[in-house]
């Protein structure tokens, strides 16, 4: 007994857990490990779409670094100071938004970007976190599930930008943006009373957005979706490739670097919004399985961190992120396959891309600090 004795710690040394290294940097290393190996996959994928373009490489790789170092920086910041900034960054946003229909840059038809100093962005982007953020710092401070008026003024936090971006004009990204919102308020508790008169205001409203509020080229989309046959060498041809390139890569695929339909550009953006195309054909169903898994596993951590958050601010943001990630992938997947109009959604850290890569991977450091948020519980 008097051996065993001897041999315990000290009281100055203490029972303490010593804090490990990757809660010293504030990072998440199961989070960090799948984004490493899903942006290792899509840089691969990406060479083979542009052909092995080292300028289109160096490009992608640029933004990808610059997209961790903000996903660092991101992390290291208190979940509960994004709480306070949170309707200071909503409030630029809206700026930002308002300046892109007065002095925006346009291409293809649309005004979506802002150009500061030689550096184009695209504040869209921006409000995929800053809508979320801010809707979850109004609701946090409430009573939950929401009140009536509390679920209004929520509603009007993601309608002022969603509209504004509708009119650029880009209509996939003001749903996504407006869906992050949702996200947050349906976590909250909102009442399924109040998602049933949404979805019957949703259906009422379908006919008068057809006809007085959709554009020329947005029904052309759903109508393409519905019949691609209809205009093979028009509206239909984007759908009608990429469904070629899936079918034709089987279950193995036809090799990396081997994709017909990518090598000889009958495949259309092949680099951006039907990449997975490129690998499908490439790879067969095994690599998209096998990227399904490696967006599982993010998505499930995700989940994981926004569960274990001791704070209500903390869940509602570390899960509509998580969220919002998972139906970037749907929608995109969705509308390569054909079963959902094609709205200009990048696969997410696959796709080649500027601004939409920083926000996501700043989005992945704001779920990485709530990871590591010690606030007691409430």
């Not at 379908?206 to 759903?222: A, L, N």
Request: proline content about 5%.
């Amino acid at each position: 007994m008097a051996e065993y004795l001897r041999r315990l710690p000290s009281s100055d040394v203490g029972f303490a857990r010593r804090r490990s290294l990757w809660s010293v940097i504030r990072i998440d290393p199961w989070l960090l490990l799948g984004l490493i190996l899903l942006v290792g996959v899509g840089l691969g994928v990406l060479n083979s779409a542009v052909d092995g373009s080292a300028a289109a490489i160096r490009r992608q790789s640029a933004y990808l670094g610059l997209g961790f170092l903000v996903m660092f920086v991101a992390a290291q910041i208190p979940i509960y100071r994004y709480s306070r900034l949170a309707p200071w960054f909503y409030l630029l946003g809206m700026i930002a938004l308002s300046l892109v229909l007065v002095i925006g840059v346009g291409a293809k038809g649309a005004q979506r970007w802002l150009s500061l100093g030689g550096f184009r962005f695209q504040p869209s982007e921006i409000m995929k976190l800053a809508v979320p953020l801010t809707v979850a710092w109004y609701l946090a401070k409430r009573t939950l599930p929401p009140s009536p008026k509390y679920v209004a003024a929520a509603v009007v936090l993601m309608a002022m930008p969603a509209v504004l971006i509708f009119l650029q004009p880009d209509l996939g990204t003001a749903i996504l943006v407006a869906v992050s919102g949702f996200f947050v308020l349906f976590l909250a508790g909102l009442s399924w009373r109040y998602i049933a008169s949404a979805l019957a205001l949703i259906l009422v409203s379908i006919w008068p957005m057809w006809h007085f509020v959709m554009k020329e080229y947005q029904r052309q989309r759903v109508l393409t979706l519905l019949d691609p046959e209809s205009d093979r060498l028009g509206a239909g041809w984007n759908i009608i490739q990429s469904k070629t390139a899936i079918g034709s890569g089987g279950w193995d695929g036809k090799g990396y670097m081997q994709g017909t339909q990518t090598l000889l550009d009958f495949l259309p953006e092949s680099h951006t919004d039907f990449i997975i195309a490129v690998l499908a054909e490439e790879h067969g169903l095994q690599g998209v399985m096998g990227l399904l898994c490696l967006y599982g596993f993010i998505v499930a951590r995700g989940f994981w961190i926004s569960y274990s958050a001791t704070t209500t601010y903390g869940r509602l943001v570390g899960a509509s992120i998580t969220l919002t990630f998972f139906v970037y992938i749907f929608v995109n997947m969705g509308m390569v396959a054909g079963i959902l109009p094609v709205v200009g959604v990048p696969l997410p850290l696959v796709s080649a891309g500027g601004t939409s890569i920083v926000t996501l991977l700043a989005g992945f450091g704001i779920l990485m600090a709530v990871s590591q948020d010690k606030s007691p519980v409430n």
